[in-house]
């Protein structure tokens, strides 16, 4: 078989050299322009989120805050009698509240609430939460809380972790329902599990995808940022929040990191 030729040998190699070279410059050019891509990108993205958050936020507003108008000025006219005004006073405070709650739950939502380093058992947490939803719940309604237990403990804040559970509950009340009960599940060693499952309408098919999305509610009237806030308290306290499926009504499960204390620990922990 015939040598190569040096010089076709010698040519052929610089053609590579210089192919290998441009197609590096190539690379190194691309990677330069998807860190600019990247950065730019991450700018925007905040300002994107916000620019969502306050359409949300205004298309919320509106009708509460239009309705209210409409109520003051109703007020402001002499000759209604004394029960027109008692009546359009007090559908002129419910709408106020309402705004106040669309406040309070955009400034949890945007603030975070801070997971906090308190120890407390899952009695006292059952204890808060009840003491948070029963002022709170419709007449004729039923809620049902698991055996308060002395001996599994937590870290965080029990009163942001209660109020995200009161949340979901209190959710339930509104859409309709009327028993929800918490219950706990079977779980591996170190860790809390619970369900809110209720006997309410449900969760529209269109929206189960989006429920922890915020402003996205499916009752008239709801700000659609309560379970954005529940899931965000839980997620600081290391855990997680999700919708499982279920047949009637609504199930929320729930777990949090946690760890066993012996009984007599855990009493002189209550008595101190």
């Given at each position: 078989?015939?040598?190569?030729?040096?010089?076709?040998?010698?040519?052929?190699?610089?053609?590579?050299?210089h192919l290998s070279g441009t197609l590096g410059d190539s690379y190194r050019q691309?990677?330069?322009?998807?860190?600019?891509?990247?950065?730019?990108?991450?700018?925007?993205?905040?300002?994107?989120?916000?620019?969502?958050?306050?359409?949300?936020?205004?298309?919320?507003?509106?009708?509460?805050?239009?309705?209210?108008?409409?109520?003051?000025?109703?007020?402001?006219?002499?000759a209604l009698d004394a029960d027109s005004q008692a009546r359009f006073a007090e559908?002129?405070?419910?709408?106020?509240?309402?705004?106040?709650?669309?406040?309070?739950?955009?400034?949890?939502?945007?603030?975070?609430?801070?997971?906090?380093?308190?120890a407390f058992s899952l009695a006292e947490l059952v204890l808060a939460l009840d003491?948070?939803?029963?002022?709170?719940?419709?007449?004729?309604?039923?809620?049902?809380?698991?055996?308060?237990?002395?001996?599994?403990?937590?870290?965080?804040?029990?009163?942001?972790?209660?109020?995200?559970?009161?949340?979901?509950?209190?959710?339930?009340?509104?859409?309709?329902?009327?028993?929800?009960?918490?219950?706990?599940?079977?779980?591996?060693?170190?860790?809390?599990?619970?369900?809110?499952?209720?006997?309410?309408?449900?969760?529209?098919?269109?929206?189960?995808?989006?429920?922890?999305?915020?402003?996205?509610?499916?009752?008239?009237?709801?700000?659609?940022?309560?379970?954005?806030?529940?899931?965000?308290?839980?997620?600081?306290?290391?855990?997680?929040?999700?919708?499982?499926?279920?047949?009637?009504?609504?199930?929320?499960?729930?777990?949090?990191?946690?760890?066993?204390?012996?009984?007599?620990?855990?009493?002189?922990?209550?008595?101190?």
């Open positions: 078989m015939p040598a190569l030729p040096i010089v076709d040998s010698a040519r052929d190699a610089a053609a590579l050299d691309l990677e330069r322009r998807l860190d600019v891509l990247q950065q730019e990108l991450a700018t925007q993205r905040p300002l994107a989120v916000l620019g969502q958050m306050t359409a949300g936020l205004a298309h919320q507003v509106r009708t509460p805050l239009a309705t209210a108008l409409v109520y003051a000025c109703h007020l402001r006219d002499g559908r002129l405070v419910e709408r106020l509240r309402q705004l106040e709650r669309l406040v309070a739950d955009m400034l949890a939502y945007a603030h975070g609430a801070d997971a906090g380093t308190q003491a948070t939803v029963q002022p709170q719940c419709p007449p004729g309604v039923q809620l049902r809380l698991p055996q308060r237990d002395t001996t599994l403990r937590l870290t965080g804040s029990i009163e942001n972790l209660s109020g995200a559970l009161a949340n979901l509950c209190l959710n339930a009340f509104e859409a309709g329902a009327r028993q929800v009960t918490v219950e706990r599940l079977p779980a591996p060693l170190g860790q809390l599990r619970l369900a809110i499952s209720d006997d309410g309408p449900g969760i529209a098919p269109a929206l189960r995808g989006r429920v922890f999305e915020p402003f996205v509610s499916g009752r008239p009237g709801g700000t659609g940022l309560g379970l954005a806030v529940a899931r965000g308290v839980i997620e600081r306290h290391h855990g997680t929040l999700r919708l499982a499926e279920s047949g009637p009504g609504c199930r929320f499960e729930i777990a949090l990191p946690c760890h066993v204390m012996g009984r007599q620990a855990a009493r002189a922990a209550l008595e101190a």
